[in-house]
């Protein structure tokens, strides 16, 4: 039997891609981030358009909230439902706005668990957008509940004498202050193994630091060893801002306090969330 000859064609050498192109994908400029940015919000828009029972806890939390509140304690209280709802609703709005941004946490556990963000990294976009877009859709959910906290406010008798401007201005101050917080509920989202370890762990978080808080009592009527830890409660910072604004129509200390807690959480937990979300991404 003859030997094969060898083959005298030589192999064409491996394609080699320099930088790779999951890299080449994923290097995108401040422009192009932003856009897609912008087109995750509008995704994150979209599916609460498909599915609105997304948006139970932010219409029906702060009707029901406010009516339990103002009718059961109202009389206790204050004597009366109208001498109680300058001090209430403030405080739930607060209360509400910031309950609210724990869904995102737990909308980005999942997406990821769902394997959404596995398609998204097949994608010729900024790997940072699934998650900034997420956290700007959510600023629209953080609108609707403090919309509707202050007509239900209003419908059953309260009048800001602070006027329009300032309630506005209120407004916009929670909803930054939320959107602030969601940063460490979307790092519980990136770090954590399921949604419901997510919200266990937030609302964990949460409710202590809302009701124990000037939101629904005056802190004069607490215990002394509660006293101390509702004035450091960065909660009763934001819900003191809100009344000054929104009753009184003045900025007072409370008011950049809350900013200033606002920008450091966003500098503490920004970073770690961009951090562990990279890894993953």
Partial sequence: MSAVAPSSRVPAPERITPPSERRLRNHTNLGQTMRNTFTMAYRGLVKIRRTPEQLVDVTVQPIIFTLMFAYLFGGAIAGNVQDYLP???????????????????????????????????SLPIARIAPLSGALLADTVRYTIATTLTFVMGLVIGYHPAG?????????????????????????????????????GISMLVLFPLTFLSNAYVPVKSLPAVLQWFVNVNPISHLV??????????????????????????????????????????
């Fill in 87 to 121: 001090l209430l609703i403030p405080g739930i709005l607060v209360q509400t706005v910031i309950t609210t941004s724990v869904v995102t946490g737990t909308q980005l556990r999942e997406d990821m668990d769902r394997g959404v963000f596995d398609r998204f990294r």
């Fill in 163 to 199: 006027g329009i401007g300032h309630v506005v201005v209120a407004g916009l101050l929670v909803i930054a202050c939320s959107w602030a917080i969601s940063w460490i509920f979307a790092f519980f989202g990136v770090i954590a193994r399921t949604a419901s370890s997510v919200q």
């Fill in 240 to 281: 003191t801002a809100v009344r000054d604004l929104a009753n009184s129509g003045t900025i007072g200390a409370d008011f950049w306090v809350s900013l200033l807690g606002a920008a450091v959480i966003v500098a503490v937990f920004a970073p770690l969330t961009v951090r562990a979300y990279m890894r993953k991404a």
